[in-house]
């Protein structure tokens, strides 16, 4: 069964620092990751995708990475602002089960002005 | 604009009272999926549909219920039979999982049992 960790699970930084969101899985044979965003009381916002294929994806200042045979995703956020502030998940979607997405439980982000 | 919407924001449960979660969406997607979210915890899938007039159970189906008569609705019910509701809930829609595409949730629901 596909197991999706997060670490840390908060993460308080100043204003202006570049920093990096981790992200682990125990089965490497998947079809593609995703990051999302979830606002306080709030759903989730899809910020990048990356398929199985793919070693990496951008999006302004945020970046993706995946390493597939080492079953770990990082989230690099450049340039950190006070609206970055939210909780950060990974999602793994491996196929099989019944819809194949396993949810880390996030990464707690705060940004200090 | 295309979106999915889910409705109420915020709802209460009597003990031994049935209510319904509304999700809808206008962005043609076959595949829709309810979710629940505790705090702290990642989200756990409740039933999905991947086609109008099908829909499989999830991993804690248990004490809920759905339907998908139209291609844009995919409304849960939460039975007095689910005995912990008390939770966040949410909705996705997408093409298709295998297809890669990008997944849109809509903004949740707060259920709460008074």
């Known amino acids: 069964k596909q197991e999706v960790t997060q670490i840390p699970a908060a993460l308080s930084v100043p204003e202006g620092e570049n920093l990096v969101l981790n992200c682990s899985f125990t089965d490497s044979a998947i079809y593609n990751l995703q990051w999302f965003r979830q606002d306080p009381g709030k759903g989730l916002t899809s910020l990048l995708l990356?398929?199985?294929?793919?070693r990496e994806q951008t999006s302004g200042r945020l970046n993706a990475s995946l390493d597939k045979s080492s079953g770990r995703s990082t989230l690099y956020i450049a340039a950190s602002q006070p609206g970055d502030s939210a909780t950060y998940l990974c999602?793994?979607?491996?196929?099989?089960?019944?819809?194949?997405?396993?949810f880390g439980k996030g990464t707690h982000l705060i940004i200090q002005p | 604009d295309g979106g999915i919407t889910q409705s109420p924001k915020y709802l209460f449960r009597k003990e031994g009272q049935n209510v319904t979660l509304s999700c809808e969406q206008n962005?043609?997607?076959?595949?829709m999926y309810w979710y629940r979210q505790d705090p702290g915890q990642g989200l756990r899938l409740i039933y999905y549909s991947q086609i109008v007039n099908d829909f499989q159970k999830g991993d804690i189906a248990e004490g809920y219920s759905v339907s998908r008569e139209k291609k844009e609705s995919f409304p849960l019910t939460v039975t007095s039979a689910q005995k912990n509701p008390t939770a966040f809930y949410l909705c996705?829609?997408?093409?298709?999982?295998?297809?890669?595409?990008?997944?849109?949730f809509g903004e949740g629901s707060w259920l709460t049992v008074v």
């Open positions: 996705d829609s997408s093409i298709g999982r295998n297809s890669g595409n990008t997944i849109y």
């Open positions: 990356i398929q199985s294929s793919q």
């Open positions: 999602a793994v979607h491996s196929g099989g089960g019944a819809d194949g997405l396993t």
């Open positions: 962005l043609n997607h076959d595949a």
